[in-house]
Structures are given as structure tokens and as C-alpha cells.
């Protein structure tokens, strides 16, 4: 009954003699009593499927890497020799990028409040381009290239087409009433490449949209190639960006198309309407959300008769803050024996001192689930080590990638000191 449906794990898991689960060739047991719980585990092989799979639909330097996903070094370093460029939305992520050895030049500043600072690290660095949301970036880009010496890389400018995705409002951003972007219905947009085109010291390469993110629906992603077509033909520039925002399955019975089928679907449509740019797409989730596992220790059983029963695990919103900030569904099974019968429901909630700190809200799991057993929920790769946090003092996980039976740790888990690092406190003052 309900058992985890096998397309939810990442493509090298299977199952091992004794029934449990091995991912990359490295049994899932093991690595949690090595490396401790919560633990992220990448399955490099897929990653890296994912990353040619990309490449190969949109050609090299067509397929950028959205690093907001998931990004550290390794992550940084696989995503690059797999032939993609990087996406990054910030200062930070682009100083991550450029410590793994990415060249600048396979860099693309997003972000819609870039500080000078971030400008100017982009500039110094040499990135292959800035995505410029607003009016005032351009006016700060004009400030920053009239010095002498300074070359402001080439710019793309962010357009809000006004298609709206079919997804969470919070991670929809085409549509008109968003904080990105120049607006094409009021004008906006025509007037910033007539500000970036009359510069002196901008040169614009091309156009740029993002209609929202895990979208599974094709047509919406046809739509706005075909209304950033029309913008951008007469305007004759190399590039065509189309953004990220294709949809994985995160639970049983969805389904999403493919990095391929994506690819068709927007190259036929941008083909078809007369596009002659290089057009890109900045792919996050399609890339790292199903490589991953995340694994915990169940530390609770509570039955409420006539309620619900409580698996407590030993992470929750900070290894994962999607289920809390978008409501977002994810199964979650037992790494001793992934595919058995789930005939229990439960709630699975993490170790925060808040009742709404929940993991899988509507969580099936087998009758001899009890405290101790190693419980996983299956696509964290995207989002949740990106988007953790330190609540309650709680330390970040480690992470590993696992590949033909060998497991490296790429991110170590953090220590109660890395929680003092930043805290400048001197007793007595
Ligand atoms: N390009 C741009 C300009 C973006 O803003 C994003 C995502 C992407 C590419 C990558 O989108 P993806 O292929 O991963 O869908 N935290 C939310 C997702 C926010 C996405 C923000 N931008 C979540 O957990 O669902």
C-alpha cells in the first residue's frame, strides 16, 4: 500500500541485500552513521545527467546553472566542467562561484537590488554579463563606467512579459504586479533599451525574462517565448534568456516534462516565431531537486487517538523551510526499507520550537516505523540546504555527494563554535 514511487529517488538509488537503501553504489546507512543526521546526499551521477542534459538541449553557454538552487564549491566546480555557465543572484553566491575557479567570464549577475558593492565585484571580476532589473541600476551602472578605467560588462535587461505561471503566487514573477524586472505592458521595458542603447558605457547583448519557478505546464513557458519574441526580434540583439522555472515532482502522481522536452518546446517555439539569438535558459530545481535525499533520525513517535500521530525528526525548517513558506508537499520513507508498504498516517515535524515547523504534513509511513529508524524525504536537492538557517541555533547539515560507492563530504556539518563565529561579543561591555 503507497509505497514511495521509484521516480522520486535519484536515478543511482536501488536497494541493497538486506532490503535498504543504497544511493550512487554507498549504502544510506552507512553514510548516516558516519556522517550524522540531518544529512543531504547528492547523487553526483545524476547531477551531472541533469547538467549534459541541459547542455545538450540548449548547446554550451546556452544552459546556465541557477546557483540559488543549491551551490557550494563542488556543486559550483560540477555544474561548470558539465559545460554549463552559472547563474548567480548575489554578491555571495558569485564569490562562491569564482572560489570554486569559475571563470567570471561564465558568470551572470542577477538580482533586483544589486548593491554598488556587488556592481562593483561583478565589474572587477569580469562577468559575462549583468541582468539589469531597474531604472536605478542603470543610472548606478552610468555612475560606475563613467570612471576612468572601468568597463561595466554587457547587460541584459529583465523584462516582465506579463505571463503568469501556474505555480505558488510566491514564486511566480512574470506576471505585471512583481518587484522584477521592466514592465512590457506600460512601456517600461521599450524605454530601458532605449536607456541602455543610447548609453555610452552599456552595451546590451540581449533580453531576459523568468516567469516563476516549478512550473510544470509547457504552455506557459511557450507563451513567454513567444511574447519575448515579439519584443526582442526588432531589437536584433545575441541573446535570448528565457529563465529557469521548470517543475520537478516532489510526490507521487506528478509529473513534469523533461530538461529535453523543455528544450524542444522552447527552441521549436522560439524557431518557429523567427527568434535568430542564442537562446538561454537559467535551470535551478530541474538540475539538484531530485539528486537528493535528505535523512534524519526519528527521535519521536506521538499518537493522538483520534488525531494524528507526530514523527519527530532531528531537523525541520531549517534544513527545509519549503513546506512552511509555500505549503509544499514532499514523501518521506525509511531508509531500512524505502519500499514498503505505508499504511500509517502521520505528520512528520522537525526539532523547532514552533508548532508549525512540519516537514511532510500529510506523510504515509509503514506500521513499524519507531524511534531511531533513519526516515528520508526524497527531492531536497533544491532550495532547502540553499534556503536553511541556524533557527533555534540549530546547525547547519553536512553534505556529501556519493558516486560509484564512494561517498566525499562536500559541505561538513556545522559546529556549536561556527554558531560564535560571526558573534563579536566581549564580556564585560
Ligand atoms: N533564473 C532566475 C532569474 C530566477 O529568479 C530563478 C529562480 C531561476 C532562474 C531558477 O529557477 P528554477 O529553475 O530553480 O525554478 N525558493 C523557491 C524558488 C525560488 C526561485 C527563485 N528564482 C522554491 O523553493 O520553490
Known sequence: MNPLPRNLLPDNAAVADDGSLIIGGVSVADLAAEFGT??????????????????????????????????????????????????????????????????????????NNKSVFELEMAIDAGVHAIVVDSFDEIDRLERLGAQPG???????????????????????????????????????????????????????????CHIGSNVFDAASFAKAAQVMAEFSIPLDLPELVLGGGLGVPYVAGEEAPTISTWGSVLLDACEALGVRSRVSVEPGRAIAAAAAITVYTVGTVKDIPGVRR??????????????????????????????????????????????????????RLPEDLEVGDLLFTPVTGAYGHSMGSNYNKVVRPAVVFVRNGDARLVVRRETYDDLLATDVFEAGN
Open 150 to 208: 572601468v568597463t561595466v560588462p554587457s547587460v541584459l535587461l529583465r523584462i516582465t512579459p506579463g505571463v503568469s505561471a501556474h505555480t505558488h503566487e510566491f514564486i511566480s514573477t512574470g506576471q505585471n504586479d512583481s518587484k522584477f524586472g521592466f514592465n512590457l505592458e506600460n512601456g517600461d521595458a521599450a524605454r530601458a533599451v532605449d536607456r541602455v542603447r543610447t548609453s555610452s558605457v552599456l552595451n546590451l547583448i540581449g533580453v531576459h
Open 310 to 363: 507526530y514523527v519527530s525528526v532531528d531537523g525541520g525548517m531549517s534544513d527545509n523551510p519549503r513546506p512552511v513558506l509555500y505549503g509544499s508537499g514532499y514523501e518521506a520513507a525509511l531508509v531500512r526499507d524505502p519500499f514498503a508498504d505505508r499504511s500509517v498516517a502521520a505528520r512528520v515535524v522537525g526539532k523547532h520550537c514552533e508548532s508549525g515547523d512540519v516537514l511532510v504534513a500529510d506523510a
Open 38 to 111: 540531518p544529512l543531504f546526499v547528492y547523487d553526483e551521477d545524476h547531477l551531472r545527467d541533469r547538467c549534459r542534459q541541459a547542455v545538450a538541449a540548449f548547446g554550451h553557454q546556452s544552459a546556465v546553472y541557477a546557483t540559488k538552487a543549491f551551490l557550494c564549491r563542488a556543486m559550483a566546480d560540477l555544474a561548470y566542467s558539465e559545460g554549463m555557465m552559472l547563474d548567480v543572484a548575489s554578491g555571495g553566491e558569485l564569490h562562491v562561484a569564482l572560489s570554486a575557479g569559475v571563470p567570471a567570464s561564465a558568470c551572470v549577475l542577477h538580482g
